[in-house]
């Protein structure tokens, strides 16, 4: 019971009943769940009797981790995973009864879409996205197709309902289940077979929900069956930090529970052990005006902090600078000695990139969570495929991608042989091309060929070598571009026009940004101002390559973590960047362009009112990520497509910067007045910041 308070010794001692404990951020909610499954094994449970349910994969293996530190060995057998695969095991143990083979397979994404595409007798990836959208929604909410038919509102949904009945089919056909079937099926499965049902019954012991105010209608229901009439459950959540409404969660299922388990114990905590004063008062500030299911308040006893850091930027690269100038002061000030303690946050995946390309330039190690990395874009390894072999040509890897990427007439067949021939006589794949003895295995065009490529390969070599400056770089590599046909490639390959003119920007952007790289510009990353030397391509490619490893190699480890809001959930790190708050990402867009939302003392629509309540949500899990300090930067131009236009600081910020809880009334009356003091704050703060900061 050590390091537990008293309201946590009471959700952890209680052991038979159902209970709710319902706290704000940090309060030490998932530190109960992890304490209750030792406590349950102390007294006695079989371990593989309790079931632990976390969001993500990543939380269950942490959850593991602190429970073995906690009571040892017996944390082994205590069965913790996320809902689906929760899914996948009483699949794999009971589908039989529903037709499914044990050994069914799981579709991803991509293999869903091309299904629907064949179902729906499209070839548009983009439509085919679209009703799995739908359909993904429907089956959250329990609806099977002909239900979903049943409630169409209009002829989009039904024939969306229509597609879904033959998309059902094949699912079947091919003995596989999508993401959402996962809880579907288990659910139909203990509704439909009383047998199944009362074993998994009699088998739980006790079943543990963290994150309980994300889950669905679906994910209710599955849970109510695998606990009973006994309710033998804790589940733990926090209705301000619901943010996954637009994949079905729903806030109803903290509303139901005191109504389905009338002998439910609510237990409600509140201190907050991970943040300063000064942080927990900027997201008090942040959810007050939304409406509460219960009330709650939070406190925090360590001490008042630094003040939360308002940093206005010219651009988005400008904000990049600051956001990693800011992370070298505070660890040349001592205030941080790990990359680890720092996080990156913001709105959508796409604004990693600037971040990354700053963290690169300075040589800072990071990783991506929550969504794919820049570098690890498929046209972006492409590129990279390409320069290590530049570098290296001895690497075969990037042999076997580049000489395929785009394809130039040489096969599989010709590949394989060349690679055999080359384990023979123990040669790289390169090194076997120009081999006397090679024409030996090969028809004379295959070996035309593949010499053909290799000369290209050396003569690329021989040019990356001796470019001088931006320029010349920026011409060698349109001119390369141009010579393997890449633009094509993507068009060729890419159904949609759309994402292949996006992954062609991200080709334009990356090749730009290698160009920069030989141009010797000034380079003013750590807050100094140094004119870094001119480099060759070749010299800037080594860099990549090395670069590119940093990532891979320290997953996890010492590194500096770049995130969506919504992945870090959950999370917390000493030092917290929460990027791009401006009105349009955070919150984001809420209505039309006739009628954005935006606007203070434009109409508000019950839907966007919706939307920013969940928006505001978002921005207070970011802020309650931060343990110690907590910059919000926003820019004054933002780019949006390909344009560049003014964008306005994020109404939260206004709203954060409040000394003092303000009252519930409705928001857009004080906006103004918070527009005009924001205004005069973020002034003075800039300046504090800008002189906390030094040059950059
Ligand atoms: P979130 O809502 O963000 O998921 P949470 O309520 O699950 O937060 P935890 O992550 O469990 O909170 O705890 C937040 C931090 O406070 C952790 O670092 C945890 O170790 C610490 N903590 C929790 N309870 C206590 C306690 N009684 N004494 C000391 N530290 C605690
Ligand atoms: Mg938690």
Known sequence: MSGLNLAQQDAVNYLHGPCLVLAGAGSGKTRVITHKVARLIQTGMDAKRILAITFTNKAAAEMRERAKSLIGRPAKDVVICTFHALGVRLLRQDGQVLGLKPQFSILDADDVTSILKDAGGTTDAATARQWQWAISL????????????????????????????????????????????????????????????DKWQRQLGHVLVDEYQDTNATQYELLKLLVGARGGFTAVGDDDQSIYGWRGATLD?????????????????????????????????????????????????????EPVRIVDCDNEEHEAERAVARMLSIRASGGGKDWKDFAVLYRANHQARIFEQALRKAQVPYKVSGGQSFFDRAEIRDLCAWLRLWVNEDDDPAFLRAVTTPKRGIGHQTLASLGTFANQYKLSLFGALFSSSLGAVLSARALGSLQEFGRFVNDLQFRARRTEGAEDAKAFLTDWLKDIGYEKHLYDSEESEKLAASRWTNVLEFCDWMAARCGGQIDDTAGVQVASEKKTLLEVAQTIALLSTISEREKDQNVVTLSTLHASKGLEWPHVMLVGCVEGMLPFKLGDDDNPGGKADGPMSEGILQRLQEERRLMYVGITRAQRSLAVSWTKRRKKGREVVAAQPSRFIAEMALEKATTREDPREKLRALRAEFAKKSADSAAAAAAAQGPA
């Open 253 to 305: 299922n903290l509303r139901r529970l005191p109504q389905d388990y009338p002998q439910l114990k609510v237990i409600k905590l509140e201190q907050n052990y991970r943040s300063t004063s000064a942080i927990l008062r900027a997201a008090n500030n942040v959810i007050q005006p939304n409406p509460k299911l219960f009330p709650k308040t939070l406190f925090s006893e360590l001490g008042e902090g």
């Open 138 to 197: 429907w089956k959250n909410m329990g609806l099977n197709a002909s239900q979903a038919l049943a409630q169409a509102k209009d002829d989009n949904e039904r024939v969306t309902a229509t597609i879904m009945a033959r998309y059902e089919e094949r699912l079947a056909a091919y003995q596989s289940v999508d993401f959402d079937d996962l809880i579907g099926l288990p659910l139909r499965l203990l509704q439909e077979h009383d047998e199944v049902r």
